[in-house]
């Protein structure tokens, strides 16, 4: 029997455990999870009225994942350092949607994206239970290269048994409840190698540490006074303007927030343009997927960031035409034409 494709739901009534509604779903063949070895956890959705619930479930499917040591699992801290440098981090957790692009800026292969519906304490309707905490959460396992959607799981748990004698911490049933769910994600793997000492993404501590800044004019030497000459000849004012295009000022400005849109038609494109300017630390904050594809790659720029767009535009393996826009929201923005899938 194939691995995917299916459906595995699970009810578990354990005295001393958690009754949960677990569904799990392989929606390519399972083997392809076995080349995946860097993965990372991103903050999760949080729908609940608990301000803390998305970051309380993304630690426990962290830990849960490193205690496998199926994969080399990134540092839920470290993955909010790098989103919260590139200003992308938000309380609110990332969309499954923007989890692939979100993946190729920490540099890994894979990423878990959660989201978190119920996270409370239900009122029970037996007079023997207290409170009855209940949990509603979904997971995906998100192909960094390509967007693709590799496993999905969602589950429903509540208490049972002894555990529902009373106000159970409701950290032990998502405990519990993950355990379950991942363990059904476990075993349509089979035996893996260990990939936890591995080290896949950059070096956290040099991947900032470099800026790509537009050099400043160096003062000139004070020149010898030369003698006087007749004024030159005005220029037409055509020629003038034509001239200050091409002489560009050269002003001290911030590293630019760089953002790719990949309108190749080609879903790798934009992991491995990310790949290319995140390794020479520009600062890459957004990745996303154009709606229609474009013949030729453009680097759109705000005034002030050519210099920048042109060391952007020199990475790439094709010269792309460079273009000024202030209507783009981030200071750089390189569209992916079908000339670079």
Request: proline residues 8%; aromatic residues 6%; charged residues 20%.
């Amino acid at each position: 029997m194939k691995s995917y494709g299916r459906w595995i739901v699970v009810a578990l009534i354990v005295v001393s455990g958690c009754t949960s509604t677990i569904s799990s779903n392989f929606l390519i063949p399972s083997d392809s999870v076995r080349n995946i070895s860097c993965i990372a956890v991103l903050p999760f959705k949080n729908k609940t009225q608990d301000p803390n619930a998305g970051n309380i479930m993304a630690d426990i499917v962290s830990i849960d994942l490193m205690k496998h040591r199926n994969f080399n699992v990134m540092d839920r801290m470290e993955v909010e350092r790098v989103l919260r440098e590139r200003d992308i981090y938000t309380p609110d957790g990332i969309a499954p949607d923007d989890a692939a692009g979100m993946g190729i800026i920490l540099g890994v292969q894979a990423v878990f994206a959660g989201e978190v519906t119920q996270y409370v304490y239900m009122p029970s309707s037996l007079a023997t239970e207290g409170a009855v905490p209940t949990i509603q959460l979904s997971l995906s396992l998100i192909d960094t290269a390509t967007g693709q959607v590799i496993w999905t799981g969602s589950g429903t748990l509540t208490p049972s048994g002894l555990l529902a004698q009373g106000t159970t911490p409701i950290t032990d049933v998502a405990q519990k409840g993950i355990e379950d769910l991942l363990d059904s994600f476990y075993s349509s793997l089979g035996p893996g190698v260990d990939a936890s000492s591995r080290v896949c993404w950059y070096d956290p501590n040099t991947i900032f540490s470099r800026v790509i800044v537009a050099q400043a004019r160096q003062p000139q030497p004070p020149r010898a006074p030369q003698p006087q000459q007749q004024p030159a000849r005005q220029q037409p004012v055509q020629q003038q303007q034509r001239i200050a295009s091409v002489q560009r000022p050269q002003v001290q400005v911030p590293p630019a927030k760089v953002s790719i849109l990949n309108a190749s038609g080609n879903p790798r494109a934009s992991m491995l343009v990310g790949v290319t300017l995140i390794k020479d630390k520009i600062n890459v904050v957004n990745v996303s997927t154009e709606k229609y594809t474009k013949p030729t790659t453009i680097v759109y720029y705000r005034p002030d960031y050519y210099e920048q767009a042109l060391h952007i535009a020199r990475l790439l393996r094709k010269m792309p035409q460079l273009v000024e826009s202030p209507t783009y929201k981030w200071d750089i923005t390189v569209m992916i034409g079908r000339d670079l899938k």
